[in-house]
């Protein structure tokens, strides 16, 4: 496995620590069918956390430790705040996520492209669940400004 597979793994992972620990902040604003939602949500990110150790120990790398707290990009007041600070975590995931489409590995690209997806849903149903707009800032998030826009050498 290349090192930048390796490296796009551990930031996946990292990232997957990071919204588990958020989830769990914002968890506690929400009621109803919101914390319900949440709750999967939360489930289906400690699941992807599993399968990134897996792919690390399988390739006989230490998977990033999770920190013991995080600094959120959202100050979590209400259910407004929490579902912004969701829908933040489900961007951080959608740009860690990319990365994995590069690898060689299918099942990997597999999960990355999937997982991507998956994340940019959440994202959309979270600010639409709190009245935010719900596209993204990025026409293609989690891709950097050169490969949006490369520049033509001649002779190409």
Request: charged share 20%.
């Amino acid at each position: 496995m290349s090192t930048a597979t390796l490296n796009s793994l551990q930031s996946a992972l990292a990232t997957e620590h990071a919204a588990i620990y958020g989830y769990g902040v914002l968890g506690a604003r929400l009621t109803g069918s919101a914390q319900e939602l949440a709750t999967v949500y939360w489930d289906g990110h400690r699941a992807r956390r599993d399968s990134l150790t897996t792919f690390l120990t399988e390739a006989r790398q230490h998977p990033v430790a999770a920190a013991a707290a995080y600094k959120l990009p959202v100050k979590v007041t209400s259910s407004r705040s929490a579902a912004e600070l969701a829908a933040k975590l489900e961007d951080d995931l959608v740009s860690s996520y990319v990365g994995l489409a590069a690898a060689t590995d299918p099942r990997l690209r597999e999960m990355g492209a999937y997982s991507a997806q998956e994340a940019m849903g959440r994202a959309v149903r979270w600010r639409a669940g709190a009245g935010l707009a719900t596209a993204p800032a990025s026409a293609f998030p989690g891709l950097p400004p050169a490969a949006l826009a490369p520049k033509p050498t001649p002779g190409d």
